[in-house]
């Protein structure tokens, strides 16, 4: 099983900065299968990047994600007030059967 | 624009099955995606259960896998979790998922509101 840690466990900034979040992997990581998600309180996880890279629709540009291998990192280039909350990644097997885990959360707080 | 709405009883004793339905509106079930769970505890992270097709070729998580069932009925677009054997660790906010596909799972693209079961007698 691919264990995901991501870092810092808890990240606080203002609006206007920028925010890196990093998910590091225990074993390699195809880039096609990871994925980032953000989630506020009440709500369900809504799907940020994919790929790796990729932004999902209706995600701004501020949102980059980057990485390979063990390495992964979410980029908020200035964070807006609505940008405050828990952001996960996500990471799909590249071989059957296809597990997938979930890091632990890094909480972006002002 | 696909919707995914979990149902099934909040409360569930102890050593009993909690079993929750998915209905999928706006998209097939029968397209190539897979359909699947994910649930979280109170203030905790997320823990993934497993996904199904509309083969009925499934995953799941092999910490879960002894007591979960996935399964798929075309006919009501609905996608059902079966856990055995529940304990108070079981409870959690159980959210339904889409993942995208269709040779294999990729990422999560759509999730449900979520529901929260509880187990206690």
């Known amino acids: 099983e691919i264990v995901l840690t991501q870092s810092p466990g808890t990240l606080s900034l203002s609006p206007g900065e920028r925010a890196t979040l990093s998910c590091r992997a225990s074993q390699t990581v195809s880039s096609a299968y990871l994925a980032w998600y953000q989630q506020k309180p009440g709500q369900a996880p809504r799907l940020l990047i994919y790929g790796a890279s990729n932004r999902a629709t209706g995600i701004p540009d501020r949102y980059r994600g980057s990485g390979s291998g063990t390495d992964f990192t979410l980029t908020i280039s200035s964070l807006e007030p609505e940008d405050f909350a828990v952001y996960y990644c996500?990471?799909?097997?590249?071989?059957?059967?296809?597990?997938?885990?979930f890091g632990q959360g890094t909480k972006l707080e002002i | 624009q696909v919707q995914l709405q979990e149902s099934g009883p909040g409360l569930v004793k102890p050593s009993e099955t909690l079993s929750l339905t998915c209905t999928v509106s706006?998209?097939?079930?029968?397209?190539?995606?897979?359909w699947g769970w994910v649930r979280q505890t109170s203030g905790q992270g997320l823990e993934w259960i497993g996904v199904i097709n509309h083969h009925g070729i499934t995953y799941y998580n092999p910490s879960l896998k002894r007591r979960v069932t996935l399964s798929v009925d075309t006919s009501k677009e609905q996608v059902s979790l079966k856990l055995g054997s529940a304990t108070a660790a079981d409870t959690a906010i159980y959210f339904c998922?889409?993942?995208?596909?269709?040779?294999?799972?990729?990422?999560?693209?759509?999730w449900g509101q979520g529901t929260l079961v509880t187990v206690s007698s």
């Open positions: 996500q990471q799909y097997a590249g071989s059957p059967p296809f597990m997938c885990s």
């Open positions: 998922t889409r993942d995208r596909g269709p040779a294999r799972p990729l990422y999560t693209d759509t």
């Open positions: 706006g998209s097939s079930i029968t397209s190539g995606y897979f």
